[in-house]
């Protein structure tokens, strides 16, 4: 079902930041006959506070300000079209101010607040204009550069390449999004800014069996992205090492092992790490024969999923 075709939402009431207490956040069972897929948890003992909204929960870092993760539930056969509206952003009032980063950290830059859990994803039934209002959480906004966050139509649309495929076996995805923080990442008005971002997408492909009666059972598939905006984010926060080279080679977006997004983040992505598509689609690099580990992606055809 292509954005145009979309039904029209029902009307329901704007949910402003007061009004959150009765969500339920993101199902784990969301993609059942499929295995369980819970939140993700950090593996350091680092604290993070639950958040749960409409068909989405943000794994918040009250010591960063941020988001260390958001998984949302997309729901391809129910997805409706529902007005951006005015960009009303608000503080979750479940956490302190100092918890989060507001509205100080995006004035008179260029940064943007940019959405982990993308805009549409969770805007389907009849929660959608309640799931469209609540993407507009700041715990659901990093700090993104204009460019990378308005130009990188890839990046921003990696779900809809995933979801067109996955649409030819199965309506449901789980995306999980959030930066991926170092210990160096540049501070900028009391908030360390993240340089790369990570995504991974989560769905259920059917896999023939003879000795089953409809033919086929479906299996958990992942596909794991990690895009870098290091010269960006130096340019902006006035660092130094804005004239550097970073390591990823600039502006750039990487199909990765999912194990490697874990290992990025120190957080436990319980099945997903071992249902990635990747180490089955690309063959096992020898020792030294210079096989990147990292596929650049410039296009949908570049995907392995």
Known sequence: MDETELAPAPEVHRADGAGLTGRTGYDPRFLAPGPWIPLPEPVDGTEVVVLPYTH?????????????????????ASLVDVDRGGDDWFLDPRLAPDEQAGAELYARND????????????????????????????????PQAARFNQSLDLWLGLEDHVLAYARQWDQRLVVVTGPVFADDDPEYRGVRIPRRFYKIAAYLLPQPVDLDPSGEVSVLAT??????QTPLVEEIVGSARAREVPVLGGFRTFQVPVADVADLTALDFGPLVAADRMPGLVPAAAPGDGVPLWRPVAGAGDLLL
């Not at 929960?57 to 260390?68: G, H, M």
């Not at 943007?112 to 906004?141: I, K, M």
């Not at 596909?223 to 870098?228: H, K, N, P, S, W």
């Open 56 to 76: 989405f929960s943000v794994v918040q870092r009250p010591d960063r300000r941020l988001a260390a993760a958001t998984v949302v539930a997309v729901d391809g």
């Open 223 to 228: 596909a794991g992205f990690v895009l870098d």
């Open 111 to 142: 940064f943007d607040r940019g959405h982990l859990v993308r805009r549409r994803d969770p805007v389907w039934g009849q929660q959608a204009r309640e799931a469209n209002a609540d993407t507009f959480s700041y715990t659901n906004a990093a």
